[in-house]
């Protein structure tokens, strides 16, 4: 489904140049075909112009894609800067806490 949404353009323009061909029979190469310079121009800039809308809708799809990427990247850094501070602070708590035992130990020891 991807694909046929992705070239779509490309088959309607194809289709497009078929039903205004006129078949006409070469002397050399056998069979051809032959377009009015109207009808070519009228189908190649319809062409061009599904073609830029398909690139502007990729890019601004890619673009909301990349931003919401982002966003979330940020979340994460900020949630482990979060989670670095709550241990930081719970590494200091246990480092205060053996001193206060390591103290009480040694005051009754000295007497």
């Known amino acids: 489904m991807d694909v046929v949404n992705k070239l779509g353009f490309v088959q309607q323009f194809l289709t497009r140049l078929r039903n205004r061909c006129t078949e006409v029979e070469?002397?050399?190469?056998?069979p051809g075909?032959?377009?009015?310079m109207k009808d070519f121009n009228?189908?190649?800039?319809i062409f061009c112009k599904q073609l830029l809308k398909y690139g502007e809708e990729e890019l601004?799809?890619?673009?909301e894609?990349?931003?919401?990427?982002?966003?979330?990247?940020?979340?994460?850094?900020?949630?482990?800067?979060?989670?670095?501070i709550y241990y930081r602070r719970k590494?200091?708590?246990?480092?205060?806490?053996?001193d206060v035992v390591i103290n009480a130990?040694?005051?009754q020891k000295g007497n």
Not at 42 to 45: F, I, N, P, R
Request: aromatic share 8%; with cysteine; net charge positive.
């Open 26 to 30: 070469t002397l050399t190469s056998g």
């Open 33 to 36: 075909i032959v377009f009015s």
């Open 42 to 45: 009228e189908c190649l800039q």
């Open 60 to 63: 601004r799809g890619r673009c």
């Open 65 to 84: 894609t990349q931003a919401m990427r982002e966003s979330q990247y940020h979340h994460l850094i900020y949630l482990k800067e979060m989670e670095i």
């Open 91 to 98: 590494c200091e708590q246990f480092l205060k806490n053996l």
């Open 105 to 107: 130990k040694m005051s």
